[in-house]
């Protein structure tokens, strides 16, 4: 499985112990949450903020643009050195396009799903994608309670894929726990994104590997 935890669970008065815990776990890549307050009702954190941490993270940043008009800052993003910019499917009028500048601006484009869009609307655009986002918690806020239907969603994604012959990765997001984890696997998630099981843990780096050993 590929684990990537959310920073918005981590502790904000010692970022830099959080992402030294990150450099030094199983951890394949970080996750980014960034909010505008408009797309989603919350803010959390901007640009002062993943510039401090794109130089002193070792692992590829999987950034999460809740926001509208996400292509606005594709070259920024590039430009600090994120690997993956995930765009929300609700928040681009023009998604193919939006996909082509990431993918020229040479990151990895993945499209992301709110809880209330089904995955039918992915039919014309898998295949040009790397990964598709599900989440499994509406957007906003870290700690809710996973979504059950989700699971379903993946499994109905994961056939999509197969049958079009699209490479796209499947990452979830949002409610991941001990209990819901082994059943996202089973359904065929490939990538798992987890804020408060693993910040929220005394013991993190465990629950980065317990999630690493996962089997798809
Ligand atoms: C929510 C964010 C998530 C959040 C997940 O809008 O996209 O990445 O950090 O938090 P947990 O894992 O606590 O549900
Ligand atoms: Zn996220």
């Not at 292509?71 to 590039?78: P, Q």
């Not at 499994?155 to 409610?175: C, F, N, P, Q, W």
Request: net charge negative.
């Amino acid at each position: 499985m590929i684990v990537s935890p959310s920073l918005l669970a981590a502790d904000f008065t010692c970022l830099n112990k959080e992402i030294d815990m990150i450099n030094h776990s199983e951890a394949d890549w970080l996750h980014l949450d960034i909010m505008d307050g408009v797309f989603v009702p919350n803010i959390s954190f901007g640009f002062s903020v993943l510039d401090a941490i794109a130089p002193i993270c070792t692992k590829p940043l999987d950034v999460h643009l809740m926001i509208v008009e996400p292509e606005k800052f594709t070259n920024r993003l590039a430009k600090l050195g994120a690997s993956i910019m995930n765009v929300h499917y609700e928040a681009c009028t023009h998604l193919h396009r939006v996909i082509q500048q990431i993918h020229d601006a040479g990151m990895k484009a993945a499209v992301t799903l709110n809880p209330s869009t089904p995955v039918c609307v992915l039919e014309d655009i898998i295949k040009d994608v790397d990964m598709v986002l599900l989440m499994t918690v509406n957007p906003g806020f870290g700690g809710q309670q996973f979504i059950e239907h989700s699971l379903d969603k993946v499994r109905m994604l994961k056939e999509m894929i197969e049958r079009t012959g699209s490479h796209a990765l499947i990452e979830v997001d949002g409610g991941v726990n001990a209990r819901t984890a082994p059943l996202l696997a089973q359904a065929g998630v490939d990538v798992m994104v987890a804020g408060s099981y693993v910040f929220g843990a005394e013991n993190p780096e465990e629950r980065i590997k317990e999630l690493k050993n996962l089997t798809v």
